[in-house]
């Protein structure tokens, strides 16, 4: 979603145009994103903002992702949590308990005021062995002042006081990509990753077995490209160069 559809909330020009064909030619499609602050109807509310309208079922998130491989993994369980409604709504709707008394998991995400006391519940509980999970290993995130820190640092925070590292659900996880397969019921054979990160997007899409195309509207650049030990299969300026290529992009 960031960096590829939107910038700082205002609009990447072209991006309204490039859904507008996928719709008129009748391609599935999901925007996803590792920030699991907001719910799905959060982010249909922003998108509308800059002129996007963006159904809340084609809003995949970290929170979600996250919430369907705990459902998989130990339905109606108990978890303590570190974050904001986005991932709080999204264990609620698949049964979970949150609790701090002796949690199946503590599961850490993003949120706008990490709070010291509660990351200092979250060492204690996975101290005493409740299972470590962050939606994604996001370092720092983006604010109008300057870098903020985001799930990775604090994780990186609980992961030194106990010892134990975090199992991550987010990008690049191919997990939350194969997740997000399922919603829409594609193949990896006939699905595009579009990306503007290579270590998070770029790597995810390749090893979920996709083709993906790197947009240089966010993080990466053409030149950064060059830093890595793989490659998108394509690399445009922005979604906007896609418009009239939908169908088949790497022609």
């Known amino acids: 979603m960031d960096g590829v559809l939107v910038h700082e909330d205002h609009l990447v020009p072209g991006a309204d145009k490039f859904l507008a064909e996928l719709r008129s030619k009748e391609i599935p499609f999901l925007v996803l994103t590792n920030n699991s602050i907001r719910t799905p109807r959060d982010l249909q509310a922003r998108l509308r903002h800059t002129g996007l309208d963006i159904p809340e079922e084609a809003i995949w998130t970290s929170a979600l992702a996250t919430a369907t491989f705990l459902n998989d993994q130990r339905p109606h ?3 303590y949590v570190v974050g904001e409604s986005g991932l709080t709504t999204a264990l609620h709707e698949i049964g979970y308990v949150l609790t701090d008394s002796d949690p199946d998991y503590v599961v850490l995400g993003e949120t706008r005021t990490y709070s010291f006391e509660a990351i200092t519940t979250a060492i204690r509980l996975v101290d005493r062995g409740a299972r470590f999970i962050a ?3 996001d370092a720092t995130g983006p604010s109008r002042e300057g870098l903020l820190p985001a799930t990775g640092s604090v994780a990186a925070l609980i992961t030194r006081a106990t010892g134990k590292e975090p199992y991550y659900v987010g990008k690049p996880n191919p997990l939350m990509m194969r997740s997000a397969l399922r919603r829409i019921g594609a193949h990896s054979q006939s699905t595009v990753m579009i990306g503007d990160r290579m ?11 996709m ?13 950064s490209v060059e830093q890595f030990p793989y490659r998108p ?4 300026d922005s979604v906007a160069d896609l418009v009239g290529r939908t169908d088949n992009p790497f022609a």
């Open 77 to 79: 369980g108990t978890a």
């Open 135 to 137: 939606t994604n290993p």
């Open 199 to 209: 270590d998070t997007d770029i790597v995810s899409g390749l090893e979920a077995g």
């Open 211 to 223: 083709r993906t195309v790197l947009v240089t509207t966010g993080i990466s650049t053409r030149e």
């Open 233 to 236: 299969t394509l690399v445009v």
